[in-house]
């Protein structure tokens, strides 16, 4: 087992790699390498291969530039060191790799096989009945396709112009023209605008309520309070007396005052002329001094009070000034009974006060006032359930609801269209001839398929699991002999799971074969699923090592992890395991699969590159640190630099960690336009600023002290920052610091 890569001198980047005594880049039973592209990776797998073949061809053709001298490299192992020196190794250790050069040598090279590669390539060979069930399936899918294709667009256009999740297209097809239709579009526009003004229509009812009860607030008292004065003496004195009657009732009051008050039985005279007043004209100042009393004026004010209270008091107007406001939102308030009722006994009442108001004398009865309360406590009832249902906050799930039957009910309106009723015409002849094509075509389906399940029944079991594992889409099937025996050529066949046509192992660009058929990661899979089946089938693997190079080469997450899983449970028929597995990996979510799936005696070791002596190392790698991503680094460079950890920092790290954290953060709220172009751009910082929701404390910092003294993306090369002192960076970056939890 490798223990220790020691030495590597003049062979790549490894110019010079030293480990000294340090254990830090020593190897494990699993040992996983980590190494971006260019640093080296590819360049140890060539000596890994060099050691097992003891072919010095790897290493020399790896000598570093302008070199002269040869390479030297030294490695331990569990049997003692592995030298090469001289151009030869002095010694080999059982390594088997799989890298492309595997894929290369055992399955395809130049994306076609040749005749010396023939009994490790994939082919697919049905034959001419294959060949003719595929050609009529293909014939009945292809009409098939066409019909789904229209389908598919015409309900396309559908879904792009209605919203198909309140009616869909289906649901469409089965409408049938309802001529209310538009009347039912303006009743529930009518009811999204209640809903939505509840609480300007509850404020209206409560307004006519409020002046319903008004009534209930007024003195009925002197409806039958009467007072005795003969009214008609003090109208006849001045109607035959006085020239200027509005003044009257003034001079008369001041006089009136000023007679003095004398037994009956003795005379008064007048207090202007001096004459001795007659029993008529005591008569006239009696009914004077009642008109002038209090109680008269109480009298008086009672009644003028309630006819002004009742001339205002117009339940009709006040509701037609309040139907105004309520027929913006759809609702009409009909009352018409109960209004000309008490309109009626208004007018009634306030004939009887006018009249009351010249003769105090008159009794008005008390039950006109309670016909009229009792008439309005009629129509406050019914407004009062209105008031009550509109009277709750608005229901925005109500609104909704509302809002998605009123969709519908445009959607169904547009039924009638010729244009629509065109399409849904068009698409049930589609479903008819679908229906007529389809069982036709799911047979021959089934008569191919059934043939190539007789084709494919035999196949290889560890290959097959292999693929199957991975997700391939095809499984191996048995070794068949080429129709050509002269050629001595053993083909495999491949079984596709949705393709069983017979493709040739070589061809035209234009007709399908080996070459147009598999992809390239189709190609490394199945190169792959050979190499772990063969060292499945390994009796000595127990006293080997295996070595993969970016194994997970262009696959996705889920065939990464299968990939993973592989790996780690690599072992042959007798249970055995590699006595060493060593992976190596540009991809860094690999790497980080592979740590974490992989935990038997496990060393992590990391490629690094020195671009300043041109240098590449192998280090330990720090699990905890290769997590963390880059703007977290650079978090922490920040830190490093106000704690006086580091000396110098580039601003240009600020502007990295603050684009970063705006993107992330934001990204929701960024249109889907703005995503690409503020990033590429380099303006995500002004855009972060211009957003109305940034503080305002958090746009002066950055704009006034930080900003102005990062360089642009356009700048980057050119921006200097020899004006700026230690002591004003750092003041730089201590208040990005700070403000970098707010953002």
């Known amino acids: 087992?490798?223990?220790?890569?020691?030495?590597?001198?003049?062979?790549?980047?490894?110019?010079?790699?030293?480990?000294?005594?340090?254990?830090?880049?020593?190897?494990?039973?699993?040992?996983?390498?980590?190494?971006?592209?260019?640093?080296?990776?590819?360049?140890?797998?060539?000596?890994?291969?060099?050691i097992s073949e003891s072919n010095p061809d790897y290493i020399i053709g790896r000598r570093t530039f302008d070199e002269i001298n040869d390479p030297y490299i030294e490695i331990s192992t569990d049997n003692g060191s592995v030298v090469y020196t001289n151009q030869s190794w002095n010694k080999i250790i059982p390594i088997r790799i799989f890298d492309s050069k595997y894929v290369q040598k055992n399955i395809y090279s130049?994306?076609?096989?040749?005749?010396?590669?023939?009994?490790?390539?994939?082919?697919?060979?049905?034959?001419?009945?294959?060949?003719?069930?595929?050609?009529?399936?293909?014939?009945?899918?292809h009409e098939?396709?066409?019909?789904?294709?229209?389908?598919?667009?015409?309900?396309?256009?559908?879904?792009?112009?209605?919203?198909?999740?309140?009616v869909s297209f289906a649901d469409f097809q089965k409408i049938v023209e309802d001529s209310s239709?538009?009347?039912?579009?303006?009743?529930?526009?009518?009811?999204?605008?209640?809903?939505?003004?509840?609480?300007?229509?509850?404020?209206?009812?409560?307004?006519?309520?409020?002046?319903?009860?008004?009534?209930?607030?007024?003195?009925?008292?002197?409806?039958?309070?009467?007072?005795?004065?003969?009214?008609?003496?003090?109208?006849?004195?001045?109607?035959?007396?006085?020239?200027?009657?509005?003044?009257?009732?003034?001079?008369?009051?001041?006089?009136?005052?000023?007679?003095?008050?004398?037994?009956?039985?003795?005379?008064?005279?007048?207090?202007?002329?001096?004459?001795?007043?007659?029993?008529?004209?005591?008569?006239?100042i009696s009914s004077l001094n009642s008109l002038?009393?209090?109680?008269?004026?109480?009298?008086?004010?009672?009644?003028?009070?309630?006819?002004?209270?009742?001339?205002?008091w117009d339940i009709q107007q006040k509701i037609i000034s309040e139907q105004v406001l309520l027929q913006k939102y759809g609702l009409e308030i009909e009352f018409d009974k109960e209004i000309v009722k008490i309109n009626?006994?208004?007018?009634?009442?306030?004939?009887?006060?006018?009249?009351?108001?010249?003769?105090?004398?008159?009794?008005?009865?008390?039950?006109?006032?309670?016909?009229?309360?009792?008439?309005?406590?009629?129509?406050?009832?019914?407004?009062?359930?209105?008031?009550?249902?509109?009277?709750n906050p608005i229901n925005a799930n109500e609104i909704e609801e509302k809002q998605n039957i009123k969709i519908k009910l445009e959607i169904i309106n547009h039924k009638k269209d010729p244009f629509w009723s065109g399409l849904c015409k068009e698409y049930d002849e589609l479903t008819k001839k679908y229906n007529t094509i389809k069982p036709l075509e799911e047979s021959c389906f089934d008569e191919k398929k059934k043939y190539a399940e007789e084709i494919f029944e035999l196949y290889e079991t560890k290959i097959n699991s292999i693929l199957k594992n991975l997700g391939a889409g095809f499984i191996l099937s048995e070794l068949k002999a080429p129709q050509n025996r002269r050629s001595g050529q053993r083909l495999f066949s491949l079984k596709f799971d949705t393709f069983t046509?017979?493709?040739?192992?070589?061809?035209?660009?234009?007709?399908?074969?080996?070459?147009?058929?598999?992809?390239?990661?189709?190609?490394?899979?199945?190169?792959?699923?050979?190499?772990?089946?063969?060292?499945q089938n390994n009796s000595s693997l127990g006293t080997e090592t295996i070595i993969f190079d970016d194994p997970s080469s262009s696959y996705d997450k889920d065939r990464k992890m299968q990939i993973v899983n592989i790996i780690r449970d690599l072992k042959n028929e007798s249970e055995s395991v590699p006595e060493q597995i060593i992976v190596l990996t540009h991809d860094d979510d690999f790497y980080k699969t592979l740590d974490e799936q992989m935990n038997n005696d496990k060393k992590t070791l990391i490629i690094n590159y020195n671009p300043t002596n041109k240098t590449s190392t192998i280090l330990s790698c720090d699990m905890d640190e290769f997590y963390k991503g880059k703007y977290y680094k650079n978090i922490e460079k920040l830190e490093k630099y106000i704690n006086q950890e580091i000396q110098e920092?580039?601003?240009?790290?600020?502007?990295?960690?603050?684009?970063?954290?705006?993107?992330?953060?934001?990204?929701?709220?960024?249109?889907?336009?703005?995503?690409?172009?503020?990033?590429?751009?380099?303006?995500?910082?002004?855009?972060?600023?211009?957003?109305?929701?940034?503080?305002?404390?958090?746009?002066?910092?950055?704009?006034?002290?930080?900003?102005?003294?990062?360089?642009?993306?356009?700048?980057?090369?050119?921006?200097?920052?020899?004006?700026?002192?230690?002591?004003?960076?750092?003041?730089i970056v201590q208040k990005f610091i700070e403000i970098l939890p707010q953002i």
């Open 1 to 50: 087992m490798i223990k220790k890569i020691e030495k590597i001198i003049r062979v790549g980047r490894f110019n010079p790699f030293l480990s000294g005594t340090s254990n830090d880049s020593s190897f494990g039973k699993n040992t996983l390498i980590f190494g971006k592209n260019t640093y080296g990776k590819s360049t140890l797998t060539a000596i890994f291969r060099s």
């Open 110 to 141: 130049n994306d076609c096989p040749d005749n010396g590669k023939q009994e490790q390539i994939l082919s697919i060979i049905l034959g001419q009945k294959g060949f003719e069930l595929e050609k009529k399936y293909n014939q009945l899918k």
């Open 144 to 166: 098939i396709d066409e019909i789904g294709n229209r389908k598919r667009d015409i309900t396309s256009i559908y879904n792009k112009t209605f919203n198909s999740n309140i």
């Open 181 to 284: 239709i538009e009347q039912k579009i303006n009743e529930i526009n009518n009811e999204i605008e209640a809903v939505k003004n509840q609480q300007n229509i509850s404020d209206s009812f409560k307004r006519i309520i409020d002046f319903i009860d008004k009534f209930n607030n007024q003195d009925s008292s002197c409806l039958e309070t009467i007072l005795e004065i003969k009214q008609e003496k003090i109208i006849e004195h001045i109607n035959t007396n006085f020239k200027e009657k509005d003044s009257a009732i003034d001079f008369l009051h001041r006089g009136s005052l000023l007679i003095k008050d004398l037994n009956p039985s003795q005379r008064r005279n007048c207090v202007f002329c001096g004459q001795e007043l007659s029993k008529k004209e005591e008569e006239l």
């Open 292 to 312: 002038f009393s209090s109680e008269y004026q109480r009298l008086n004010t009672a009644i003028k009070t309630l006819i002004e209270f009742l001339s205002s």
């Open 344 to 391: 009626n006994q208004r007018r009634e009442l306030l004939i009887s006060l006018k009249d009351k108001e010249s003769n105090l004398n008159q009794v008005i009865k008390k039950d006109i006032f309670e016909e009229i309360r009792i008439t309005a406590s009629e129509i406050k009832q019914k407004f009062e359930p209105l008031q009550k249902k509109y009277n």
């Open 501 to 535: 046509s017979t493709i040739p192992i070589e061809g035209l660009e234009s007709t399908p074969n080996f070459k147009n058929t598999l992809s390239d990661s189709d190609k490394h899979l199945l190169s792959f699923a050979f190499f772990i089946a063969e060292t």
């Open 649 to 731: 920092i580039d601003l240009n790290v600020i502007r990295e960690v603050l684009e970063h954290i705006i993107y992330m953060k934001y990204y929701i709220e960024m249109s889907v336009g703005d995503r690409l172009q503020l990033r590429r751009t380099g303006r995500l910082v002004t855009w972060y600023l211009g957003r109305p929701q940034t503080d305002q404390n958090i746009k002066n910092i950055i704009n006034n002290d930080i900003k102005p003294h990062l360089p642009h993306h356009a700048q980057i090369n050119e921006f200097s920052e020899e004006t700026l002192g230690d002591v004003d960076k750092k003041m």
